[in-house]
C-alpha cells in the first residue's frame, strides 16, 4: 500500500492545513470544552500533553501499511482555528480504507463547519486510492450523524465500541462505474 501525505485542502470558506506541533497551543483553546467529550470521553488536553500528542501524531504510524493524516481546520475570514479532521488510511481485502473523524470547538458549532471540513476530506480522499471512507458515531450524536450523511456516508448495521459504523465507497474508478450505471450522487 501507498503512503499517504496530507495535503492542504481548501473549501468555500476553510482551510484545512496539514497538523503541525505548532497548532498544539491554539488548538488547546479550540478543544477546551470539556462538553466535546461527552460521547467519546475523557477531557481536553493542556496545551503541553496536546504538544505531546501531535508530536505523536506528525511523526506518523508506526506501521507502515497505515497513513495517520490529520488536518487542523482554519477559518478562513476569521484567521483562526476551529477543529480538526482526521483520516486513519490503511489496507483492507477491497483496497485502502480511511476511518475518519471530525471535531469543531463550541464557539463555531452550528455553522456548517464540521459538514463542510468533512465533504472536503472525504472529496480529497476519493481522489486517491481510497475504496471506502468510514466513521464510527455514538447512537445518540445526532450532530456528528448530520455531518457524516451530508459527507455521503450512510449508515451500516455493525458496531464497534458502542458507536455505529457509517461507510461511503469513493474512489475514481467507483465513481466511472458509477456513470457507467446511471447512478448519481447528490450534492
Known sequence: MSTFTPE???????????LRVAHAEEMAAVLSDPALHAFIGGAPDAPQALRARYERLTAGSPDPGVSWLNWVVR???EGCLAGTVQATVG???QGAVAEIAWVVGTPW????IATEAARGLVEWLGRRPVREVL????????ASAAV???AGLAPTDVWHDGELRWLRRVGSELDGARANSG????S
Open 8 to 18: 492542504a485542502i481548501a473549501t468555500a470558506r476553510l482551510d484545512l492545513l496539514p
Open 75 to 77: 477559518l478562513r475570514e
Open 91 to 93: 489496507p483492507s481485502p
Open 109 to 112: 458549532q452550528g455553522r456548517g
Open 135 to 142: 466513521a464510527h458515531i455514538h447512537p445518540e450524536h445526532r
Open 148 to 150: 457524516a450523511a451530508a
Open 183 to 186: 447512478f448519481q450522487t447528490g
